[in-house]
């Protein structure tokens, strides 16, 4: 072994000019061993050629992995040749890729955002100021300070009452991650319309901090450049770029999960809170965080709702109760769809990645709400069609309805 270990990662670092992936091909690989699992542990650390979309974390959980068109067939051959199972999602990811971007349609007239397609953070921005103008008495503008580039990380207050507790809300860690910005705008105009009952109580009842793009840089770059970027772009070395924001929050940071090689896209940063982005917003946070009732942090993807902590599968603060709320909510989420979510800790379900967001508020303030949402889906990841964007948005709300019931319900908030 082998080819897949040694070749270069132009295709990654080319920064200047949009960067392409004709024929890269997105398998799902199912470790159904324990020598399976070992070997694709041992590709995702060592190999520079394949790019993985999730972390090996447990047997019989699928990885999702993207191969260039030179690397295909030997991939193939060493997964056949241990009987490794795999299916092969997407011959040619930029084809999909594509598809996301040539069906954006522009904003209608009357400044409404379109939830049929990915947004970007101009048009999100732009209509922030639309909603801050039309819906003065209930929208208002917040900042939680700038990018490593100077971009403003820029959200919504939403508040209908003065002294209610507060909500926050985030997207957007991760550059590649259109969805969850998409998906938290989709909940902003829910409650600031109000048009919903539910939604409209919702609106009344807490104060809603709300972020759709924590990484602002990062996204943008995977807009204009690399599809598939993840980090911010804040340069790390001569030749590298990028701290994996998900990862760089102080809570057990470094314990799992990330890595301490700055050429990898989970590379967790020198220290919690390295980066502009998580320092400035958790200052944010600081400011409201007495008062929090909940905070919810969206991401893509894996359909999973992860419950505080990371590092461990014991059954911390009010867990018990979380557990309870998010599984009748991921029931509520379900009804329209029937998108299944798996709700624990990441541990238990997920990769076991420790210094997020949530698992930092939680230690720090512990709001009695707290979980992070890894959206649609398990199979297409980056490459979701644009045809599952609203059915996403729309679920993912009815579910955050579900949690404020339930939550009630059992006296947790
Ligand atoms: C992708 O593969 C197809 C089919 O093998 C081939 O015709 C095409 O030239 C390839 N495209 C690029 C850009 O390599
Ligand atoms: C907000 O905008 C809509 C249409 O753009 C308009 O019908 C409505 O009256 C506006 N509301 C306020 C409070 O300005
Ligand atoms: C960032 O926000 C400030 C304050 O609202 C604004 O004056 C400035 O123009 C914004 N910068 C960019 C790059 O959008």
Redesign the pocket.
Known sequence: MFNLLILSLCWILVSSEKVRYDNFTLYNVQPATERHFEFIKSLHKNSEILDFWSIPSTIRDDVSVVSPPQSRKEFEQELARRGIKYDIVLENIQQAFDEQTQTRSKRDV??GLYWTNYQTIDEIYEWFEYLAK??SSVVTIIHAGQSHEGRNITGVKISRQSGRRAIFIDGGQVGADWLSPTVVTYIINQLAMGDDPEARAASEEFEWHIFPILNPDGHQFSQDSVRLWMKNRRPTSRTTFGVDLTKNWNSQWGVSGGSYNPADSNYIGLGPFSEPETRSVSRYIETIGSNLAGLLSFRAFGQRLLIPFAHSSDPMYNYQDMVTIGRRAMGSLAVKYNTQYLVGTSRNVHDGSTGSIADWVKHRFNPPVVATYQLRDRTWGYTLPVNQVLPSCEETFDSLMAILREAKFINVL
């Open positions: 009357d400044n039309n819906y």
